[in-house]
C-alpha cells in the first residue's frame, strides 16, 4: 500500500517522514506570480524532491470560489480559454518531468445548461487527455462532492460517461471517498456501491473524512483526518486489483499522521 499526502498538510521535509508519496497541489504551491509559472521556485522545489525518496503526483489548477484560493488560478474545464489550458498542460509537463504517478483534475461547473456544460467539459478534457498522452502522464478526473449543485460529476454515472466519452487511455477516474460520502449523504451502503461503480476506472484515490452532509462550510466537504467522521474507509476494498497511491488530502500533518494509522488498521 502507497500513502501520500497532500503538500497543503506540510512541507516536503515534513511528508517524507511520514508517507511515501506527495501530491504537489499546485494552486497552493506559490509557484505563479501574475499568472506566469515561477522557475525558480520550481526548480526549489524539484530538487527538494530529487533528495528523498517520494513517488509523486499532482493536483492541476481547478474552479474555486472561495478568499483562501488565488482567484488567478481558477479553471473551470467547462469553460476553457487559452490561458486555462496553459495552465493545465504546465501541470502535465511538471507530472512529467517528476514522472509523477497521475495528474488529477475536476470536472466543470455547471454554466447554465447541463448538458451543454458537460459537452463543453468533455471536449476540454479530450484536447488534456491528447497533450497527457503526448507527456506520457496519467490524468485522473475526480468526483465532486453532490452537495454543491453547481458541480458536473457527482454521481458515478456522469463521471464514467465523461471519461467514456473522452476515450483516452490518458484519463481514468480520482475516487475522492471524501465526496463520494457526501454524494450519498454519508450512507456507507451507498458509498459501497458507489466504489463498485468506479472498480475497473480508478488510477488514483483521495482519502479526507467529513458528515456526509451539507454545512455553510465548504458544503460540507471540510476535509477531515479519517476516523473524524462518517466514512467506512473499507469501502476501498470495492477497487479491486488498486495498486496506486491512498492519498490523504488533508490540511495539517497531525490530520497526515491520525488519517494513516487509521487506514492502515482498517485495511490490514
Known amino acids: 500500500m502507497i500513502i501520500g499526502a497532500s503538500s497543503f498538510a506540510g512541507t516536503i521535509e515534513e511528508i517524507k517522514n511520514e508517507v511515501q508519496s506527495i501530491e504537489l497541489y499546485i494552486p497552493k504551491l506559490g509557484l505563479y506570480k501574475n499568472m506566469q509559472l515561477q522557475e525558480d521556485m520550481l526548480g526549489s522545489i524539484m530538487d527538494a524532491i530529487s533528495t528523498c525518496d517520494l513517488l509523486t503526483s499532482v493536483h492541476a489548477p481547478y474552479f474555486a470560489d472561495v478568499p483562501t484560493y488565488p482567484k488567478e488560478l481558477v479553471v473551470d474545464t ?156 473499507t469501502v476501498i476494498d470495492e477497487i479491486s486489483g488498486y495498486r496506486g497511491i491512498y492519498n490523504l488530502e488533508v490540511f495539517s500533518m497531525d490530520d497526515v499522521v491520525a488519517g494513516k494509522n487509521v487506514i492502515i488498521r482498517r485495511l490490514q
Open 78 to 233: 467547462a469553460s476553457m480559454g487559452r490561458t486555462h489550458f496553459r495552465l493545465m498542460e504546465e501541470s502535465i509537463e511538471l507530472a512529467n518531468r517528476l514522472d509523477s504517478k497521475v495528474v488529477v483534475i475536476h470536472p466543470g461547473r455547471i454554466n447554465g445548461n447541463p448538458a451543454s456544460s458537460f459537452s463543453k467539459m468533455v471536449d476540454n478534457l479530450k484536447k488534456l487527455a491528447s497533450t497527457a498522452h503526448d507527456c506520457g502522464v496519467m490524468l485522473g478526473l475526480e468526483n465532486k462532492e453532490g452537495t454543491d449543485p453547481g458541480n458536473l460529476c457527482c454521481m458515478t454515472d456522469e463521471l464514467l460517461n465523461a471519461v467514456m466519452a473522452v476515450d483516452s487511455p490518458s484519463l481514468g477516474v480520482t475516487f475522492d471517498i471524501g465526496h463520494a460520502n457526501l454524494t450519498c449523504g454519508g450512507i456507507s451502503e451507498k458509498v459501497r456501491d458507489f466504489a463498485k461503480d468506479l472498480d475497473g476506472h480508478v488510477v488514483h484515490m483521495h482519502l479526507h473524512d467529513n458528515n456526509g452532509k451539507w454545512t455553510d462550510e465548504y458544503a460540507g466537504d471540510v476535509h477531515m483526518a479519517p476516523g473524524s467522521g462518517t466514512v467506512d474507509f
